[in-house]
């Protein structure tokens, strides 16, 4: 997808490319699993002079709106946090926008030009609020844990609220990124349909991932186009 695309660099779980898209330098690094790792990925690319990020993955259904191959836009996370807690419990939820720090309206204008992305290649898509967690089990088998019947209730209420999928990852890129001053989009591929899960590799759908990589990269042009005719230096 990048022109002249060139390896960087390959340490523990960030493999790193640099090329160019509408003529513009753009990096591509792999982050690993979770918050933590991302969140150092973040914070390394920014000090390097990234200033728009874009994280493109996966995402499991909480909604019946988002099925299989679903392209996932999130307009925002409810943060919720089970690791660093007392016996795996959930701690207190907050809710994250996508980052607006960055100037008046940087969040929604990547916002929009993945939406737009995704109409213009005719994907289904949801835009909607993701569920960041930090424990891929408590969500995956809760019934294993001390506190099934807690987190039984927690995630009801994620789902009654609106929430449309989770991710391990999101609420970290907004927050960090508002932190930053930095613009901050996600798009990503639905693995499940709503209510159903496997741990088998041989259900995941790895065929459809183009579907949000595809989005990603025709949003980012957006963006670049967009940036190019505000002036804004590259």
Same mark, same amino acid.
Request: glycine share 10%; proline share 4%; charged share 25%.
């Given at each position: 997808? !990048?022109? *002249?695309?060139?390896? #960087?660099?390959?340490?523990?779980?960030?493999?790193?490319?640099?090329?160019?898209? +509408?003529? #513009? @330098? %753009?990096?591509?690094?792999?982050?690993?699993?979770?918050?933590? &790792?991302?969140?150092?990925?973040?914070?390394?690319?920014?000090?390097?002079?990234?200033?728009? /990020? /874009?994280?493109?993955?996966?995402?499991?259904?909480?909604?019946?709106?988002? =099925? /299989?191959?679903?392209?996932?836009?999130? *307009?925002? $996370? #409810? =943060?919720?946090?089970? #690791?660093?807690?007392?016996? *795996?419990?959930?701690?207190?939820?907050? !809710?994250?926008?996508? *980052?607006?720090?960055?100037?008046?309206?940087?969040?929604?204008?990547?916002?929009? $030009?993945?939406?737009?992305?995704?109409?213009?290649?005719?994907?289904?898509?949801?835009?909607?609020?993701?569920?960041?967690?930090? &424990?891929?089990?408590?969500?995956? +088998?809760?019934?294993?844990? @001390?506190?099934?019947?807690?987190?039984?209730?927690?995630?009801?209420?994620?789902?009654?609220?609106?929430?449309?999928?989770?991710?391990? +990852?999101?609420? %970290?890129? !907004?927050?960090?990124?508002?932190?930053?001053?930095?613009?901050? $989009?996600?798009?990503?591929?639905?693995?499940?349909? !709503?209510?159903?899960?496997?741990?088998?590799?041989?259900?995941? @759908? &790895?065929?459809?991932?183009?579907?949000?990589?595809?989005?990603?990269?025709?949003?980012?042009?957006?963006?670049?186009?967009?940036?190019?005719?505000?002036?804004?230096?590259?």
């Amino acid at each position: 997808h !990048f022109d *002249n695309p060139v390896k #960087v660099a390959h340490k523990r779980e960030f493999l790193t490319y640099t090329g160019t898209l +509408e003529g #513009v @330098p %753009v990096t591509v690094t792999s982050t690993g699993i979770g918050g933590p &790792s991302a969140c150092i990925a973040i914070e390394e690319l920014h000090s390097c002079g990234a200033h728009t /990020m /874009m994280r493109i993955g996966s995402a499991a259904s909480t909604s019946p709106k988002v =099925r /299989m191959g679903d392209v996932v836009i999130p *307009n925002g $996370a #409810v =943060r919720i946090v089970y #690791v660093d807690s007392p016996a *795996n419990v959930d701690a207190e939820a907050t !809710f994250s926008t996508d *980052n607006k720090a960055a100037g008046k309206t940087a969040g929604e204008e990547m916002l929009k $030009a993945l939406e737009a992305a995704a109409v213009k290649l005719g994907h289904p898509y949801n835009v909607g609020v993701t569920i960041t967690k930090d &424990s891929y089990y408590t969500e995956a +088998e809760p019934e294993t844990k @001390p506190v099934y019947e807690e987190l039984k209730y927690k995630w009801e209420s994620y789902i009654k609220g609106g929430a449309t999928n989770t991710s391990m +990852e999101c609420a %970290v890129l !907004f927050l960090v990124g508002a932190s930053l001053g930095i613009r901050t $989009a996600s798009v990503m591929i639905s693995a499940t349909d !709503f209510g159903q899960y496997s741990n088998d590799a041989k259900d995941y @759908p &790895s065929g459809w991932e183009q579907r949000a990589i595809e989005v990603g990269i025709e949003g980012m042009r957006r963006m670049i186009r967009k940036d190019k005719a505000d002036g804004m230096s590259m």
